[in-house]
């Protein structure tokens, strides 16, 4: 499976921006787990939000009420990403995991205040 991602770039504090992670050699639905990660410079990668098989749906306490994760038919995976603050900014990277991880080439997402 291969993975990319993009749509991210610069966006004023409170804007919105979304992901897209699109896979190629096999279906998104097929996988356990499909989940955005973020790396801020100087930080560990940190998940933000990620969606089970069965559609069960995680996120990060500080992206709660502001991120949407979602799978589509068309084979993507995207993330939309309100109200942003500064803080969000990082590299995001699209994964995806069936007993082994598949990951996307990360796109940068830049929030100035």
């Known amino acids: 499976v291969q993975l990319q991602a993009s749509g991210g770039g610069l966006v004023q504090a409170g804007g919105s921006l979304r992901l897209s992670c699109a896979a190629s050699?096999?279906?998104?639905?097929?996988?356990?787990?499909m989940g955005w990660y973020r790396q801020a410079p100087g930080k560990q990668r940190e998940l933000v939000a990620a969606?089970?098989?069965?559609?069960?749906i995680s996120y990060a306490e500080s992206v709660k009420g502001r991120f949407t994760i979602s799978r589509n038919t068309n084979n993507t995976m995207t993330l939309q990403m309100n109200s942003l603050k500064p803080e969000d900014t990082a590299v995001y990277y699209c994964m995806a995991s069936k007993g082994w991880s598949y990951w996307g080439q990360g796109t940068q997402v830049t929030v100035s205040s």
């Open positions: 969606i089970s098989a069965n559609s069960d």
């Open positions: 050699g096999g279906s998104i639905f097929s996988m356990k787990t």
